[in-house]
């Protein structure tokens, strides 16, 4: 249930502000309402989740398999929750986050239909302003930002979208009622992550459903199956176990790579392994696989026609499957989608794909969409057409810094951070989930515990060496920015039109070639151990002033003698 309010009160003050109620903002606050802060959680959603809270569209699942998505700070949780399948549904995650929130008491920290519009640092206070959508101006010292990587979605920019008489919706902005399809004429554009998932839920539910594609994707199948009790008490009884492989691989999954030389095998023992990775459940199929397909063109050309084969196995109508193999990238250079069935959605008679390379769409009318062939009549118009991604929602609020500086001005070409937690000329603003932080490219919630602990043990550090103001140095941004640069140079994926380099046909400025460095590509295991050098030496690269931490309504534990 939503707060509706009821946790807003007369309180301007803070210790802490987090802003986001996802995965990140969750743990966040409990680890700082742990700590003795006085701290609360922003939303603009009408309640907690974050994505899952948002993308209720049919076929919303994870693709990280559940048990090694859900936190795993409390055994007591892991004893109690019961995952029912291996890749859960969006439903169920949502259900699991609002019992996590339960279990642990943090409603009454949060605050909804709260949409943050600006946070200015105050120099001569040293604290935080943050103006919040209904009008109030709170302040803080220490503002967390757990925005989402994925939390606005972006629409195309195509005439007549507003003429549409039926119903039309972002899959972000999948009606929270339930949307009748029987018997529906559908319109989907994308063929993303998104659209793969929701193509393949809706085509044996609606009448007609027509697919416009810019550009296909390669897909691969997640293998879904149901947990049973038996299944459960296993995984509980190797939580340890599973967490420590997550830690230790690049993806924060249990997959870890094939470590034999792609060249050094030969091609038949590169078929057996990948004909067994293409039946087995989850990311294997990228993770699993061997290195040289992130970095080795011609390692990468053979699987990617491997999988091409794949898919003309799958697809009936042989022009049908060409138009479906990706003809501009390959295989894992852009963010794999894993699908149940959605190639097989092709084969049936009332799924078209339209290819709009060719047929190009003209305009939204008000019966459908009119492409330069044709006009299609639809009841629904889908837009899975992806996101203003990792700083689109650092964007949308009027962030300033020390001297006025807007933060929206200073990454106008890209992000630039320390760690992809601190920002220089942003003092006291922590991100634990950050652009170019370890959690971007992972197992984003095994990211996320690591960065949450990492910023709350540096808030403590904070307050028990008696420091009220902290800042990364212009030097260690620098260096850290060019680090997480130098990683995409070897890299395939420097050349993607993905959310991974920062393309956005729909923003402006976020066209294809303005690569933006988003990612921290070196994997879990080294930013970790990164992150942890920097706090063992003292947290070098960080600029402290001291100073207690004044102007709050509680003294924290942490910092109590
Ligand atoms: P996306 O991967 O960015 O895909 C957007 C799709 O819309 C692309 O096919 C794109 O074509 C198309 N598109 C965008 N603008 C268009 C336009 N103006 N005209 C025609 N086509 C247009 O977005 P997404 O599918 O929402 O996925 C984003 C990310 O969300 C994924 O990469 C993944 O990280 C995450 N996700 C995760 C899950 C999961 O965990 N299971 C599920 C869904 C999404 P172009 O390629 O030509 O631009």
Redesign the pocket.
Known sequence: MADNGKNRSEKTHYDAIVVGAGVCGIYQIKRLTDMGLDATVLDSAGDLGG?WYW?RYPG?????ESYTYGYSFSKELLEEWHWKER?SSQPENLRYLNFVADKFDLRKHMQFNCRVEAAHYDEVENLWRVRVGDGRELTCRFLVLGLG??SI??????DGMDDFKGQSFH??YWPHEPVELKGKRVGI?????????VIAEIADKVEDLVV??????WGAP?NNSEISDEEMADIRSRYDEIFAACARTPGGFEHEPDRRGFWEVSREERVALWDKLYDEPGFGIWLRNFREIFTDEKANAEFSDYIADRIRRRVKDPAVAEKLIPFDHGFGV??V??ETHYYEAYNRDNVHLVD?KDTP?ERVTEKGIRTSDKEFDFDIIV?????D?ITGAFDRIDIRGAGGQRLRDKWQDGPSTYLGMFIHGYPNLLMPAGPQSGSASTNYPRGIEFGVNWCTDFIAYMMSHGYNRAEATPEAEESWTAHVAKMYSTMLMRKA???FTG????VEGHEHGKIRYFVYNGGGPKYVSRANRVAENGYEGIEFAPGPVTGTGTRPAAAAE
């Open positions: 994505t993308n919303a699942r994870f693709d990280s890749f990587l994925l979605p972006t629409l195309p920019r195509l899959t972000f554009i994308g063929t993303g992550a998104t659209a793969i998932q416009f594609q810019r550009r296909p994707n997640l852009q963010r989608p894993l709009i769409i837009y899975a057409t992806g996101f991604a039109k993905s959310w393309y956005n046909s729909n």
